[in-house]
Every structure is written in structure tokens, then in C-alpha cells.
């Protein structure tokens, strides 16, 4: 069985550090300010300052991966002589998983030795980075490269996201809700709660009237559908609210009788279009 490596993205919002630790390489994503052109690398950027530049009134914007830039990302892996697997951010909201598909047609000929896989995890954030992490624990414990990549495809409309944002005026640019939703929703102080379905869209769920609520209705969520509570791995996301974070950790403390496995930040990718106060839930459920 000829070794093989197996490929994120930067929307996946675990630091390159941790992906290296589990033996997964980063293909980076990048992000500007609407009022700069200068490109930023997401896994390069001050978490902290991004959010808090956002609170200050600025705007980011973002783009898929493109061809080129998975051709340079994995060719250095095929020369090595290995095998390749990259799980990909949802086909749901950007067009990177058809560009990693690209990149492989054109790699495939000059590496026909070679078994160069992507697969779409219908995933986004630390979603993606569970899926990442329990794919990666499938080649640790001997799976072949196919046997991951049926894997993902398995357990992907079971991996479940439930998110909440503090402030709707981020979703409307990105379109998920309406100028007149936006505004009315502010004005009631109205915190939704969203997750992503089984197309790999965002969408909208539930309405909370307080930030309290909505996490409370998150860990809800959690109690309702997870698959195993009390060993299954739970991550959570946050844009710069750890102390929410905390909260709906110990929320889910109570349900699972332990503590969650992951407190990671939402990175510039994904806070662009959720926004600083983005607090997201992820673990594996009955369904989405």
C-alpha cells in the first residue's frame, strides 16, 4: 500500500499546527479588505486584530482556492512518491472543491502512478476540521487511502454544524438573510440559529431573543441528535467570544458528562461572512 497525505483547507479553522500534529497538510486561503488590495493569508493573520478591525467598521471579502494554486500545493507531496486526499471545504458555498478537481486532471497525467482523490465534506469551519481529524484517525489506525476517502463520505451528513452570530448585518452581505430581516432582527435583539444542511448550505433554523438562548438552543441541538455524548469528539468555534465559547462548553459539559475536545477560532475565511460573535457548535448526530 503506497503511503499517502491527506490535504485541508484553511476554512477548516484548526491552526496549521494542529493539522501537522495529525499528520494533515494546509492548503491556505486567502482574504482582503475591501478598502485594500493587499491579499492576507488566513492562517498567517492576528485572529484577535481581524475581529477587531470588522467591530471597527471594515469589510473582508474571500475567494475559493484556485487551480494553480492546488497544482503547487500538491505537487511536492506526488513527487515525493505518495499518494493524495484532499477533503474539501463545502461545494455548498464555495467553488474550491471544482477547483481541486481541476487541479487533479490536470496532475492525474503527468502522475499516472499516483491516486490523487478530493473529496467534498459538504463542511464548513471546525466542521471541516472534525471531519479532517477523524479522517486523519482512520490512516493512523491502517485505512487505506480509499477507505478514508468512503469514510468521509459516510459520516459527512452526519457531521452537524449549529452556529449562532451576534450580529445579522454579516449575514446579509453575504446574502443568508435579508436587508429587512437584518434590520428588524437587530432591532428586537434577534440571534438565529442556523446550521448546514444536507447540501451544504447555511441556512437558518431557529430565532432566539437573547445570546444566551440561542446557545442554550445549540446545546439543545447537541442533547437531541448527538450519536455518542459521552465519547463522540465535539468541537467549538468562536470569532473572538471565547467567554460564549466557555459558556456553551459547559453546557455541553452537563450533556456529555465530560468536556468538549476542541475550543478553536473561527478564522478570517469563514468570519468574514459570520462576523466577530460567531459562536458555532460541531460533532457527529443522528443527522444534521
Not at 474539501?88 to 490536470?106: D, K, P, V
Not at 452537524?160 to 450580529?167: K, R
Request: net charge negative; hydrophobic share 40%; aromatic share 10%.
Amino acid at each position: 500500500m503506497a503511503e499517502y497525505r491527506i490535504f485541508a483547507d484553511a476554512a477548516c479553522d484548526i491552526p496549521k499546527e494542529t493539522l501537522r500534529q495529525w499528520g494533515v497538510e494546509m492548503v491556505e486561503m486567502t482574504f482582503r479588505f475591501t478598502d485594500e488590495e493587499q491579499e492576507h493569508y488566513n492562517s498567517e493573520t492576528d485572529v484577535v486584530d481581524f475581529y477587531n478591525q470588522m467591530r471597527a467598521g471594515r469589510c473582508s471579502r474571500t475567494a475559493a482556492i484556485n487551480t494553480a494554486a492546488f497544482i503547487d500545493a500538491f505537487r511536492p507531496t506526488l513527487e515525493q512518491g505518495r499518494d493524495l486526499l484532499y477533503v474539501a471545504f463545502s461545494s455548498g458555498g464555495s467553488t474550491t472543491y471544482e477547483q481541486s478537481l481541476a487541479a487533479i486532471a490536470q496532475l492525474q497525467p503527468e502522475f499516472p502512478d499516483r491516486k490523487i482523490l478530493s473529496v467534498d465534506a459538504l463542511a464548513y469551519s471546525a466542521g471541516l476540521g472534525l471531519t479532517v481529524y477523524l479522517a486523519a484517525q482512520k490512516q493512523q489506525a491502517g485505512a487505506t487511502i480509499e477507505e478514508v476517502f468512503r469514510y468521509v463520505e459516510d459520516i459527512r451528513l452526519h457531521v452537524c454544524h449549529w452556529f449562532t452570530v451576534d450580529d445579522l448585518v454579516y449575514l446579509k452581505r453575504g446574502g443568508r438573510v435579508s436587508a429587512t430581516t437584518a434590520l428588524v432582527g437587530t432591532m428586537l435583539g434577534i440571534k438565529p440559529v442556523l446550521h448546514v444542511d444536507d447540501a451544504g448550505h447555511l441556512v437558518s433554523v431557529d430565532k432566539a431573543r437573547s445570546r444566551r438562548r440561542s446557545l442554550k438552543a445549540m446545546a439543545d441541538r447537541f442533547r437531541e441528535t448527538a450519536l455518542d455524548p459521552a465519547h463522540g469528539t465535539i468541537f467549538i468555534g468562536h470569532g473572538d467570544c471565547r467567554e460564549d465559547a466557555d459558556y456553551l462548553a459547559g453546557l455541553v459539559r452537563k450533556i456529555a458528562g465530560r468536556d468538549v475536545d476542541l475550543i478553536t477560532y473561527i478564522g478570517p475565511v469563514i468570519g468574514s461572512h459570520s462576523g466577530p460573535g460567531t459562536a458555532a457548535l460541531f460533532f457527529l448526530g443522528s443527522k444534521r
